[in-house]
């Protein structure tokens, strides 16, 4: 029996996050740590590196993120650790992708990024994974 654990699916897939916390709109940088698999310090890092990170701070201080702040993670994260570019390189990635939605027209938030665009993308990728994953579970060890 699997363990359901935030961010830890088992298949490599992309947590939905509707899925795994309904109804919020803001997160801890704790949940979102669970969520992406990841350490807070990196997460901290990110936002040092990333200008389009700029989670606000709540009352008492703390970090708190959106559902659009955890999508950009999740692109940085798949950059950096699936797609192998380095920090620079996943700035550049990244700038492209938000100028890419931005000339796309409809659908567009916050700052020209298109949610349902970098879904896509997400699911193309995801996709591609599985077929990785299956491909490499087929041989033996």
């Known amino acids: 029996m699997k363990e359901d654990v935030p961010g830890k699916s088992g298949t490599g897939e992309v947590p939905e996050i509707e899925a795994e ?3 919020k709109m803001f997160y801890k940088i ?3 740590s669970q969520i992406l698999d990841v350490k807070p310090f990196v997460i901290r890092y990110w936002e ?3 200008k389009q990170l700029r989670p606000t701070k709540n009352g008492t201080g703390q970090r708190v993120y959106r559902k659009k702040d955890i999508l950009i993670l ?3 994260k798949e950059l950096l650790y699936e797609e192998l ?3 620079p390189g996943a700035k550049r990635r990244l700038e492209k ?3 890419e939605a931005k ?3 409809p659908g567009q938030k ?3 990024e298109d949610y349902g665009q970098i879904r896509e993308i997400l699911k193309t990728h995801k996709k591609k994974l599985i077929e990785i994953k299956r491909f490499l579970e087929s041989y033996p060890s």
């Open 74 to 76: 999740q692109r940085i």
């Open 48 to 50: 040092s590196e990333f």
């Open 103 to 105: 000339k796309s027209g």
């Open 85 to 87: 570019y380095t920090i």
């Open 110 to 112: 916050d700052g020209g």
């Open 97 to 99: 992708d938000r100028l």
């Open 21 to 23: 916390f309904p109804g």
């Open 30 to 32: 704790g949940e979102v």
